[in-house]
């Protein structure tokens, strides 16, 4: 810890002194790594922890400062094997750190396509709103651009086209579907009765069940939508980047949908492909 922090100092010393180009993309990539760090475990358990490092960061530069020879050593030897702990503690927000970093929309494989983009939306606005009006719970998972393939293979294998009766059935009572999740990956259902990890977070209200958590969960590792209808009250909850929103109407559900289906569409290789065969007949034209 002490070469960590007399390095830091040499950093700083040259920054302010002789800055060059290099300290400045150098600054720039550290303070864009940090921001999207911090962007993702905003409002998380991790914060209070890295409030504790920081002030043992001040105490061990402190110490050394002032000469506190036996409290500089102590702290050193925490913060040493602390990086270890820290890596293990925070693997979720690294793994979700990393891969916001490597999404990339242009090499997305399964993607809506635009003449089924409105029958989707159709289709899912029709049974959110007919499940919450009977009551019936629901956890539907849109897939992005990060791949649900592992959450997938823990459901059952439907492979059908999104319609409501399927959905509708699916999550009927005492079905042997109805327990778990269903993945909508592009125009189909790929999966039901699917297992999702449980949100630790304590910022929902203690009222909200298993269902909610588990769509909060996956919001947070992924780029997923989730759209969840509650079997007690019927409210229409989407919990989407680890914040959950409530008391969805129709009008909101189907905007969302077609703000998600839009940029899929806007982002995808199948469109960029779609556009430039557009572009050449256009010139064929002109010949």
Not at 45 to 57: D, N, S, Y
Not at 100 to 115: A, P
């Amino acid at each position: 810890m002490s070469e960590f922090l007399s390095h830091a100092e040499n950093v700083i010393w040259n920054i302010i002194n002789r800055p060059s180009w290099t300290d400045v993309i150098d600054i720039l990539i550290v303070a864009i790594l940090l921001y999207r760090f911090v962007a993702v475990i905003w409002r998380t358990r991790a914060i209070p922890v890295i409030r504790g490092t920081a002030m043992f960061v001040i105490f061990a530069y402190f110490s050394r400062l002032l000469g506190l020879t036996t409290l500089n050593w102590i702290l050193d030897q925490v913060l040493g094997y602390g990086v270890i702990a820290l890596l293990i503690l925070f693997q979720p927000e690294f793994r979700r750190t990393l891969e916001q970093l490597g999404r990339s929309r242009m090499f997305d494989r399964h993607r809506i396509s635009e003449d089924g983009n409105a029958a989707v939306v159709d289709e899912l606005t029709l049974c959110l709103t007919d499940l919450a009006k009977r009551r019936v719970g629901a956890l539907i998972v849109i897939e992005q651009h990060t791949g649900l393939q592992d959450v997938i293979e823990t459901g059952t294998a439907v492979d059908a086209v999104v319609s409501a009766a399927l959905l509708e059935n699916i999550f009927e009572p005492n079905t042997p579907l109805h327990d778990g999740a269903v993945i909508i990956r592009g125009e189909r259902v790929a999966s039901a009765a699917c297992l999702l990890t449980i949100s630790e977070t304590n910022t929902i209200s203690s009222s909200l069940g298993t269902r909610h958590r588990a769509g909060l969960g996956i919001s947070e590792t992924t780029d997923a939508l989730v759209l969840i209808v509650s079997e007690e009250t019927g409210i229409i909850s989407m919990a989407r980047a680890g914040k959950l929103t409530r008391y969805l109407d129709e009008k909101s559900i189907r905007e969302t949908l077609s703000e998600v289906y839009k940029t899929n569409n806007n982002g995808s290789w199948a469109a960029l492909k779609k556009h430039a065969a557009k572009y050449f007949k256009k010139g064929d034209k002109n010949q």
